[in-house]
Nanobody
Framework: QVQLVESGGGLVQPGGSLRLSCAAS????????VNWYRQGSGKERELVAS???????TYADSVKGRFTIYRDVAKNTVYLQMNSLKPDDTAVYYC?????????????WGPGTQVPCSS
């Protein structure tokens, strides 16, 4: 089993910044991809950003140029730096990791962290 714990959420004003953290209970080198998803009230869950084991990165069009995903392998942590936040970014943000082979093969989710963006 792999545990994921998100942190860093909280109320932010439009135009502000937040950094979310996703701490994993295993080495990031064991994880094939770490994703950040979000789900706003009444909306479907949306894939926001992904970082793959080879450092390949993708973003949803809605956050390109504003959000940055990166990792600290020494801390087994993946971050989501969010700048120029908008009310539409209001959501619960979830960290997801996927391991495709080995004894920990599976899909893992954190409990989520809330990011309300409002003035």
């Amino acid at each position: 089993q792999v545990q994921l714990v998100e942190s860093g959420g909280g109320l932010v004003q439009p135009g502000g910044s937040l950094r979310l953290s996703c701490a994993a209970s295993t080495s990031i080198f064991n994880i094939n991809v770490v994703n950040w998803y979000r789900q706003g009230s009444g909306k479907e869950r949306e894939l926001v950003a992904s970082i793959f084991s080879g450092s390949f990165i993708t973003y949803a069009d809605s956050v390109k140029g504003r959000f940055t995903i990166y990792r600290d392998v020494a801390k087994n942590t993946v971050y989501l730096q969010m700048n120029s936040l908008k009310p539409d970014d209001t959501a619960v943000y979830y960290c997801n990791s996927r391991i495709v082979t080995g004894p920990y093969k599976g899909d893992y989710w954190g409990p989520g962290t809330q990011v309300p963006c409002s003035s």
